[in-house]
């Protein structure tokens, strides 16, 4: 059994080893392989490695598909940049920005191929595996597509907001342990329990996400504090505060909507607290995280084969546990 | 035996059967059917269907590829439109000039989702049928980059052209091509002798547009005769003028391609009179046919049952054979 940060390093090294991609065109590659070194948490393929360890040791099935989903996450990445008009990544210029909108749409493009290229060395129930990965990247531009339809909107729900969330983030993480699973010989049983463990994570973290946003510390990666503020992000914790504020507040925070600067920030996180959104938001990402955790002691395992995943979703969820 | 146009029919309807994309989220699927029912000669899903049918029956397998296909060529034209910066598909609005950029870019990514979905649906050798069609999918995309580039170079030779034709449009023909003959359990020198018919094809059917684009009849659809020379388009023209002209004529050409209107319309074809691009372009063409020819003659199959695969090619390049 491999920890998280054990098995962060071993793919970071199988990833930098299968992926050297061609040197021409240039144009094309060079900004596909920047965007692959300026990181992220690898969070994706690490929960496919542990989804298939939980049922005996790393396949290669399994790293072909961990490879495989990398690809494809940081190709909706490239293209959400563009969509999102995003100048900076992780700290670092979005490739729109740094090579063009020409290169952002096909470096996007080439990385998911590569993605699929990846998968289809899966020697495994591979029809099986494929229809599980389409039905979710369908689900992940489809969650991609209501975010983008939500800034146009007034009428967002919160179980509007949920959905989309589920589909832009949570369903590839849970696919991925799904595939893992799957890859590892793991009943249905099992692996769809992974799968809703992996779900209900990935909706209390996109929580959590707002939550820091608005109140966390300010020193966050990248980020500034209020930064869905500024932005007039529909967030759970907006959604939550009109749902839940009187006539007067309705108006203070239609009013603030219109304004920008450092004073919105704190009217806005004021008006969070009177209407009792940040309690909600609070709560409920209490109460995916037990359905999560839930869901992890459901799949029929010893209990200490499933260490790295409770590590892992505790490190995520930022929980003792 | 289905002949080119039943073909066409019979494609037409299993493709809408197939096609009913879900109804939610709308903003993104009414884009896509929209795009898809604005019609195309669907020449790639039919040349699967006749290098299936070329072995045989055509098989379920033939049409879970050629619907793939189709759905991955249309991918390709949306984003393709996008990097075009083209208002007009086949005489109507692009989808992002009617949807917005957002939906152009999340269009074009589901529908390539779709179509490896379709091609999952494969039972026969998927993986090879999967890495024949990655490989020709990056190499679409790679062509694409070379003709973004191409429009930035000055230094495009003859050979970087076809290269660039080769990978952009002429691989993909010839990819549905040996798809439809591997599923039909063709061998692999079979399978080999379609794809270098199909891309040969595919490299004069490129240049010969090139060629009507300039010297052809005005009432071809929705083009304007000398769209190419008013967009100081790199075609094979006018990489074969620059070749070949001499000093003055050098000259001529660089300062007409400061020029806009109908006088440089003229002029350039003037100039590719003078040079000989006219003549060596109509050379070219026939040069490439008849290798494509050669290869369809040499598959190892009763010449009658390539009588639609001729009559296909000899209806592409404005052949009577």
Redesign the interface.
């Known amino acids: 059994m491999h920890s998280f940060k054990e098995l962060i390093q071993l793919f970071e090294e199988k990833f930098a080893a299968i992926l050297p991609f061609p040197q ?2 240039d ?2 590659y060079e900004p596909c392989r920047y965007f692959l070194q300026i990181g992220g948490k690898r969070i994706r393929p690490v929960l496919c490695l542990m989804g298939n360890e939980l049922f005996g040791e790393i396949g290669e099935d399994a790293w072909h598909a961990a490879t495989g989903i990398e690809l494809f996450h940081n190709f909706t990445l490239i ?1 959400d940049d ?2 999102d008009k995003a100048p900076l990544r992780r700290g670092k210029a979005t490739i729109h920005e740094r090579n063009g ?3 952002g ?2 470096c ?3 990385m ?3 993605s ?2 990846r998968l ?2 899966i020697k495994t129930s ?2 099986q595996i ?2 599980l990965f ?2 979710t ?2 689900e992940v ?2 969650g ?3 975010d ?2 939500f800034e146009q909107r007034d009428d967002v729900s919160i179980a509007d907001y949920i959905h989309m969330i589920t589909n832009k983030t949570s369903v590839l993480l849970a696919c991925s342990l799904k595939m893992g699973a799957l890859l590892g010989g793991a009943t249905d049983g099992n692996a769809n329990k992974l799968y809703e463990f992996g779900k209900n994570m990935g909706i209390a973290f996109q929580l959590q996400d707002d939550y820091l946003d608005a109140f966390g510390a300010t020193e966050k990666l990248g980020k500034q504090n209020g930064g869905d503020i500024k932005a007039n992000k529909k967030t759970y914790l907006l959604l939550k505060a009109r749902e839940g504020a009187n006539v007067a507040q309705q108006q203070l925070i239609k009013d603030w909507l219109c304004h920008d600067g450092e004073e919105k920030v704190s009217a806005m996180l004021q008006l969070f607290k009177d209407t009792g959104a940040d309690k909600a938001c609070r709560e409920a990402v209490e109460r995916y995280s037990e359905m999560a955790f839930n869901c992890l002691e459901e799949v029929a395992v010893v209990s200490k084969r499933k260490a790295p995943l409770n590590e892992l979703a505790a490190y995520l969820l930022q929980r003792d546990k």
Do not use: F, R
């Open positions: 021409v065109p144009s094309l293209h563009i969509m909108l020409t290169a749409i096909l996007g493009d080439v998911s191929i590569y699929y290229d289809a060395n591979l029809p494929l229809h389409n039905k990247a369908i531009c489809e991609q597509q209501l983008m339809d």
